[in-house]
């Protein structure tokens, strides 16, 4: 919200939160701290009056709103995490009909961080062990983060490997000795930490 204030090029049209939110019915605009804006949220889309929808919600809403934005010929930008493999075909075929963008972290940094991640591994190949740490605050829902699988995404593919097949995400007892191209992930949810993520 606050970013489409300041772009001369953008305008906020609509803003919707879940049903029973406490910002329902509260000004966009000073919730985003910009003063007001004259959009007030509701609990649901409730028209098209807008060409993009700017998407961070849940795995189950975002779904609902991929196809509301594909019958409707809307582009939507998602910035939710945590989707299913079930999810992501779905994301995929509609990505077919419309302009989809789906990006776990929209920093300039971490897709920085993206770029160096693939010629690292592209220089190192399988002669290092690969191991991603992640940590967030307490009330994140969904583990590992998507900026975590979206850095070991890069590395598998940059390898030729795939974190379906060497992707692992739990060790606990007895383990045996490390697979050689195994791509470990190891999170941690506590406090208030906003996000860190280490690749080693």
């Known amino acids: 919200i606050e970013a489409a204030h300041e772009n001369p090029q953008t305008q906020v049209v609509h803003g919707f939160e879940q049903p029973g939110s406490s910002k329902i019915d509260r000004d966009s605009g000073e919730l985003a701290g910009i003063g007001n ?14 060409d993009t929808l700017v998407e ?3 795995p189950a809403a975002t779904v609902e709103h991929i196809e509301y934005c594909r019958v409707n010929r809307r582009q939507i930008v998602i910035g939710t995490t945590g989707f299913s493999e079930q999810d992501q075909e779905k994301i995929e075929q509609a990505a077919q009909d419309i302009a989809i963008v789906l990006a776990p972290n929209m920093s300039v940094g971490v897709n920085l961080c993206l770029k160096l991640l693939e010629v690292a591994a592209e220089v190192l190949g399988d002669a290092v062990d690969i191991e991603v740490v ?10 590992p983060s998507g900026t975590a699988l979206r850095m070991g995404e890069v590395i598998a593919a940059a390898l030729d490997r795939t974190l379906a097949d060497n992707g692992v995400f739990s060790r606990h007892g007895q383990t045996g000795v490390r697979g050689e191209k195994d791509i470990g992930f190891a999170t941690i949810r506590a406090g208030d930490i906003v996000g860190e ?4």
């Open 134 to 143: 992640e940590a967030h605050h307490r009330n994140k829902v969904d583990a």
């Open 37 to 50: 804006n004259g959009v007030s949220i509701t609990d649901h889309i409730g028209s098209t009056d807008f």
């Open 197 to 200: 993520h280490n690749v080693m």
């Open 56 to 58: 961070f919600t849940s």
